[in-house]
């Protein structure tokens, strides 16, 4: 087992009807002046809106709305300067994961004094020093952002998607409430199963490490996605099957799974290149390039992909065979969700983008990635180009 040091300071209030607790927990950390951020108004179609504006009705609120599905800087920086006219002292996300990321970059960016991408282009001697605090009120299930201090933010002008966290950044609370899968849409049900998916088999799918704790509520996690996704896709309002959901998206990222084992990773690196160059779904990226992935790196985790194949697949046969078998029974989960796993499948522009991230990647100077740097650029030109 690896050394490692937890902490997670967000509140996690759990369960339907709860946003009557808005007001006592606002006032535990003295808000007066909110900002309430959203996304594209399907809060208000679903009527959470008028719910959430209920429970802050003995509150200041003023509202930013329209943080896209990539959060977007230039979007994001119009919400700094508003948030910084209106003195706010506290930040709500109404929304999935990418509002809840953008409210984390606006939330360090209003006390920034130099250029906020400074602090994402990993410049020497830039950081976010203060945050104004925030909350969470999620309503898609995928990326785990409501429970973790970690942010991905999108540069259209730059065609760059750049990551940012750290202790400021973890939401104050966050109100997960299973009703709210039911308002989602069958691609956006899709996308939060295959995200808290790949998330889980970044921090499992690397070498045995010897905590055992760890790898088996990860294989939980798995095996519990694979039991209800079909399920909760056909009838996203059965409560049991919701709060399974939500509840997995929440754990697979919110610190414990890495909490001493080796990590991966990769596959949202160059995933988040995917993203930026075509706009695909984030999930759908790592869904491309996790199989791709793994049996480039056949030989490196092996060993794990046997427990995996074994404990969560339930294979049997050579090590050698399973290992296979289970990158197969992986790509054959996502295929039952109707993901495609071929850049092709989503465009015919495939011309070079192996050169083009490998060159991003040498430029970044990520030149070792994965556990134990495993992943040099010119293996990820070989993943991407196995994956047109």
Not at 189 to 215: F, K, R
Not at 230 to 247: C, F, H, Q, R, T
Not at 274 to 301: M, W
Request: charged share 25%.
């Amino acid at each position: 087992m690896l050394n490692f040091e937890y902490y997670n300071p967000t509140r996690i209030v759990f369960g339907k009807e709860q946003l009557g607790r808005m007001p006592e927990l606002l006032s535990d950390q003295n808000a007066k002046k909110i900002l309430l951020a959203f996304g594209g108004g399907s809060c208000k179609k679903s009527g959470l809106y008028d719910q959430v504006l209920i429970a802050l009705s003995g509150f200041e609120v003023v509202e930013f709305g329209g943080i896209e599905a990539n959060p977007e800087y230039d979007t994001l920086m119009k919400a700094v300067l508003f948030a910084r006219e209106k003195e706010v002292d506290f930040i709500i996300a109404l929304g999935g994961g990418s509002v809840i990321d953008g409210v984390k970059f606006i939330s360090g960016a209003i006390g920034y004094k130099g250029d906020p991408w400074e602090v994402l282009d990993r410049k020497e001697g830039c950081a976010f020093d203060n945050a104004v605090p925030f909350g969470t009120i999620l309503t898609l299930p995928a990326t785990g952002s409501e429970a973790n201090s970690g942010a991905v933010i999108s540069r259209k002008s730059l065609m760059e998607k750049r990551t940012m966290g750290g202790s400021l950044f973890f939401p104050k609370f966050s109100f997960c409430d299973p009703t709210q899968v039911s308002t989602l849409s069958k691609r956006q049900l899709v996308n939060g199963i295959v995200d808290a998916y790949m998330h889980t088999l970044e921090q499992y799918l690397t070498y045995p490490s010897g905590n055992w704790l760890q790898e088996r509520q990860a294989e939980g996690i798995l095996l519990t996605l694979l039991k209800i996704a079909k399920g909760v896709i056909k009838n996203p309002s059965d409560y049991e099957l919701a709060a399974n959901l939500m509840w997995c998206a929440t754990n697979a990222l919110n610190g414990l799974l890495r909490c001493g084992v080796p990590t991966d990773w990769t596959t949202h690196m160059i995933g988040h290149e995917l993203t930026a160059e075509y706009g695909i779904d984030h999930a759908r990226t790592l869904a491309i390039i996790a199989p791709r992935l793994y049996e480039e790196s056949l030989v490196e985790k092996q060993n794990k992909l046997v427990q995996y194949g074994e404990r969560v697949f339930g294979l049997n046969g050579t090590s050698l065979d399973i290992a296979n078998a289970a990158i197969a029974k992986t790509e054959l989960f996502f295929h039952s969700l109707d993901i495609d796993t071929r850049i092709s499948n989503y465009t015919k522009d495939t011309s070079g983008i192996e050169v083009r991230i490998r060159k991003v990647f040498e430029d970044r100077d990520w030149k070792t990635m994965g556990e134990g740097g495993i992943f040099t650029p010119k293996r990820v030109e070989r993943i991407v180009r196995s994956a047109i």
